[in-house]
């Protein structure tokens, strides 16, 4: 067992509070992230791999519990692109003899949830804003047009107080058919 006050993931995403459970062996493993906090929300999951026929077999389980997007997404000139609590429950496996091998397998399911959300440089008036400078100055041109809808888009942010989705994973791409929006 290992328990970690921090476990840095990756560049900018760092478990806290991490309680670990490690079964490992001469032909693979088990990680079971039992416990851990990410920005405030809660993080468990697991993940096994084995080597078989030649070729590393992986499959797991991921739960994110109210994790705040702004500590899982990009940040334009240190601006969250996307904020809200994010709940979601992904179960996947993939078998390859190489990294790529492994992510062009990937297969899954998983849901999401967004609680109190909002995308940042995604004004909902954008297109309304537009219309009425077109309208304003016919002979505006295409360059001001999409000068003055880029400006309009990054100006404002589209809220919302939740976004419900279940998706699937196939051949390492992610399909929502249904993302609903209220």
Do not use: H
């Not at 601006?79 to 709940?87: H, K, M, R, S, V």
């Amino acid at each position: 067992d290992v328990a970690a006050d921090r476990l840095v993931v990756s560049e900018g995403i760092t478990l806290n509070r991490a309680d670990i459970g490690l079964n490992l062996g001469a032909a693979g493993g088990v990680i079971d992230l039992r416990s851990a906090t990410l920005g405030g929300g809660n993080v468990r999951g697991t993940v096994s791999a084995e080597l078989r026929d030649g070729q590393a077999v992986v499959a797991g389980t991921v739960f994110l519990e109210e994790v705040p997007l702004p500590t899982l997404v990009w940040r334009p000139d240190d601006q969250p692109a996307a904020e809200g609590d994010l709940t979601l429950t992904v179960q996947f496996n993939a078998a390859g003899r190489s990294p790529a091998g492994i992510v062009a397998s990937l297969n899954g399911e998983g849901t999401m949830a967004i609680n109190r959300g909002a995308f940042g440089f995604m004004n909902p008036e954008a297109f309304a804003l537009t219309t009425a400078l077109v309208d304003a100055n016919p002979n505006i041109g295409e360059i001001g047009l999409r000068d003055a809808f880029a400006g309009f888009l990054d100006a404002g942010r589209f809220q919302f107080p939740e976004a419900n989705a279940t998706f699937s994973i196939a051949g390492g791409f992610v399909n929502a058919p249904r993302v609903i929006v209220e």
